[in-house]
């Protein structure tokens, strides 16, 4: 059964809007949140994470945003840009579900239109 | 920077022969993954590696086997190749296990893909 949900598969954006990806777990025992993004023909690239004891993180323009009580994150990017077209992925690892793997979600794909 | 380095990029195999691939971590990085990615999935996580003992096991089929070398590369051998394999495998690389409160953040390869025919 899928442990993180991406329910959004695309979704695209102007440049210079804000871009929202969602991202929905099922284990309460997760307690470390990543996005990761991916180019065609290219690993995953880590872009930020979050750790359950924080509700916000912020990193130039990517903001990630945790509601615990939801088990929902989500990732902001403002403004969007074109280069900003990509895969993205939310991951979740935490106490109990083995520290050294990540359980990812199946993706959305995000284009910036110029 | 250096970063995760996957060999061969492409291999095509036939059904039941074996396929080996090959990672390098990210100098410095002590634990390896491993990670699958079926077409039109998301990655699957196989097997990890913390100076050099296997740290944790997801859904790696017993056809599968890796180990960590002293260098700190990985490899990942599969025998008796299935159609069902044909997938592309990630590698990623981090310092430390990436345990409670230590970042876990893991720097991935460009991946290796098989094809099984």
């Known amino acids: 059964d899928q442990q993180v949900k991406q329910n959004s598969p695309s979704l695209s954006v102007q440049e210079g809007r804000i871009s929202i990806l969602n991202c929905d777990y099922t284990n309460s025992m997760f307690d470390y949140f990543l996005w990761y993004k991916k180019y065609p023909a290219e690993g995953p690239t880590f872009l930020i994470s979050?750790?359950?004891?924080?509700d916000k993180n912020e990193d130039g323009r990517f903001t990630v945003f945790l509601n615990k009580s939801a088990k929902h994150l989500s990732l902001h990017i403002v403004p969007s840009q074109p280069g900003d077209s990509a895969v993205y992925f939310c991951a979740a690892r935490g106490l109990g579900t083995g520290a050294n793997n990540l359980f990812f979600g199946t993706g959305t794909r995000l284009t910036v239109i110029p | 920077a250096a970063g995760v380095i996957q060999s061969p990029r492409h291999l095509i195999k036939e059904k039941r022969e074996t396929a080996t691939l090959k990672c390098y971590p990210i100098?410095?990085?002590?634990?390896v993954y491993w990670y699958q990615q079926g077409p039109g999935q998301d990655p699957q996580f196989l097997i990890s590696?913390?100076?050099?003992?296997?740290?944790d096991k997801g859904s790696i089929p017993d056809r599968f086997s890796a180990q960590q070398f002293s260098d700190y590369h990985s490899e990942l051998n599969m025998s008796s190749l299935e159609l069902g394999d044909s997938a592309l495998y990630f590698c990623?690389?981090?310092?430390?296990?990436?345990?409670?409160?230590?970042?876990?953040?893991?720097?991935f390869g460009e991946g290796s893909r098989l094809t099984v025919l």
């Open positions: 979050i750790s359950s004891i924080k």
């Open positions: 100098p410095r990085h002590d634990t």
């Open positions: 590696f913390y100076e050099k003992m296997q740290s």
């Open positions: 990623a690389s981090s310092r430390g296990q990436g345990n409670y409160g230590s970042g876990g953040e893991l720097f």
